[in-house]
């Protein structure tokens, strides 16, 4: 067990009041950090383009960098009106009243108690029987008493610093559910700009097959094509029609569950279609120490381990002897008018302790399970920390071989218009029969289709990677044990 130093309290209370505070001091563990992230050793991807904020835009909208308007609009409205948020804002205020509750254990309480008695002793057939009658008297009184438990062995102060430690879980655990509204906003957001592109790509080719349907019909009506031709075109138009059309269920979809983010009824938001970004910026990645420093989820699980350790403390301090202080000063007497005079003075003062010479092992085992739970918060820390680190490099790992995996589906997308253009001009001079084009046309669209949700895909690893490096957040936004301090 360790104690710390004891300091003789001052203003002449006698010997046996000290301050000390029992248990064991906190020490922030150490967790595995590697000394660099994996997919950043050796390798800058290239094109890879580190976004600025816009002017005006303070640092933790780290979605500025998407260059966004309408993004940037919704995603500041999360904070506001998320009702997720709200409750976890009032967690937060919550753990902070029980640090002002803690706190308050650390002062005498005061009382003060005016009161006025009448009352007759005796009586006999002579004596009036009513109240007030003859013999009765009047007492008044005004007594102010104190009463106080010192904080001998530290008892109150680990409570206060669990508590202050649990206001802080509370401030980053506002700070992650923050982040991850922000996150996932963002991510709904491209994965509906995703449709919105999607349909104008599948609009794009309606129009497209259109047109073949219109070649199968003069070729069929000149007598170079059979009937089966204009079939099979009509068709394949008829088929992206309808995935033109299922494009927008997801998109709905989306839209709705953006509105909820923000706060809103499905009903009260209508977004305007357009397309995704092409850029896919990337926040610079630094070393992996300072993601300790940068996830509120880490955060809430450091501040634990100091709640936790701090509980070790309280339960040893019920080894020791409570001690409490009374006092009672005050004034009886009639009449009201001379009531506040020596003769009619009274005070009491008073000591009393309290020692548990037997519980039949209850404080042994409350210490072992205190221990027990910060040993617990100090393999959870761990975890998390390793959790993020895994995020961190999923994230920088998929933006690596998705851009690979563009460069190559771009050219795959090229190559594929060349052959449609190339079967079409085949099918007019009769060359080649209409199914060659049937495939070329639908190679063309799935490369096309893939070459979007690897865009899709890039973007919302990038928002990811984001919100894995903490966002714009770190922990000198962690609320102080200061009493008036709040975030």
């Known amino acids: 067990m360790m104690v710390r130093p004891c300091r003789a309290v001052p203003l002449g209370l006698t010997a046996i009041l000290v301050a000390c505070t029992v248990g064991p001091d906190y020490a922030k563990p150490d967790a ?4 660099t992230f994996k997919e950043v050793a ?36 999360v904070a506001i009106s998320n009702q997720t948020l709200k409750q976890s804002e009032a967690a937060y205020r919550e753990a902070r009243a029980v640090v002002g509750e803690a706190r308050a254990g650390l002062f005498p309480t005061a009382t003060l108690t005016p ?18 009658g003859s013999g009765a008297r009047t007492t008044y009184s005004i007594e102010g008493a104190a009463s106080w438990d010192p904080d001998i062995w530290g008892k109150i102060r680990r409570t206060i610093e669990s508590d202050e430690a649990s206001a802080q879980v509370s401030a980053a655990d506002l700070a992650a559910a923050k982040l991850s509204a922000q996150g996932t906003l963002a991510i ?22 259109k047109r073949s349907v219109d070649v199968t019909q003069n070729q069929y009506s000149v007598g170079v094509a059979a009937r089966s031709d204009v079939i099979t075109a009509q068709t394949q138009l008829l088929s992206a029609q309808a995935q033109a059309v299922n494009a927008g269920v997801q998109r ?11 706060g809103r009824a499905p009903a009260d938001l209508t977004i305007a279609p357009t397309g995704l970004p092409m850029d896919v910026p990337v926040m610079p990645v630094s070393v992996p120490s300072a993601l300790l420093e940068r996830r509120p989820d880490i955060a809430a699980a450091e501040r634990t381990m100091q709640q936790q350790n701090a509980q070790i403390g309280v339960a040893i301090a019920a080894y020791y002897p409570d001690l409490s202080l009374t006092a009672l000063y005050g004034y009886s007497g009639n009449p009201i008018g001379s009531l ?49 680190f895994q995020g961190v490099e999923d ?22 218009r060349r052959a449609v253009d190339i079967a079409l001009n085949e099918y007019r001079a009769g060359t080649q029969s209409y199914t060659t084009v049937v495939t070329a046309q639908a190679t063309l669209l799935a490369d096309q ?28 936004q962690l609320p102080s044990g200061k009493p008036d301090d709040a975030m």
């Open 32 to 35: 595995i950090v590697p000394a």
């Open 42 to 77: 050796g390798f800058i991807p290239a094109g890879w383009k580190l976004g600025e904020p816009k002017e005006g835009i303070d640092r933790g909208a780290w979605w500025s960098v998407y260059n966004d308007p309408v993004l940037d609009d919704l995603e500041r409205q």
């Open 115 to 132: 009161g006025v008695t009448r009352a007759k002793n005796g009586g006999g057939s002579g004596s009036s029987s009513s109240f007030g």
């Open 188 to 209: 709904d957001y491209f994965e509906l700009r995703a449709a919105d592109q999607l349909k104008t790509l599948l609009d794009d080719t309606v129009a497209e097959y």
């Open 252 to 262: 709905a979809t989306l839209e709705h569950a953006i509105a909820v983010l923000i």
């Open 340 to 388: 506040i005079s020596a003769s009619n003075r009274v005070w009491s003062l008073g000591a009393s302790a309290a020692e548990t010479v037997f519980d039949g092992g209850l404080r042994s085992a409350t210490v072992a399970a205190a221990r027990a739970t910060y040993d617990g918060s100090v393999a959870n820390y761990r975890q998390v920390v390793l959790t993020a």
């Open 395 to 416: 994230q920088l790992s998929t933006l690596r071989i998705l851009q690979e995996q563009a460069a190559i589906e771009a050219d795959a997308v090229a190559s594929a």
């Open 449 to 476: 289709e893939a070459a979007l949700t690897i865009l899709q895909d890039r973007l919302v690893a990038s928002a990811t990677l984001i919100q894995d490096l903490g966002g714009g957040w770190d922990t000198s």
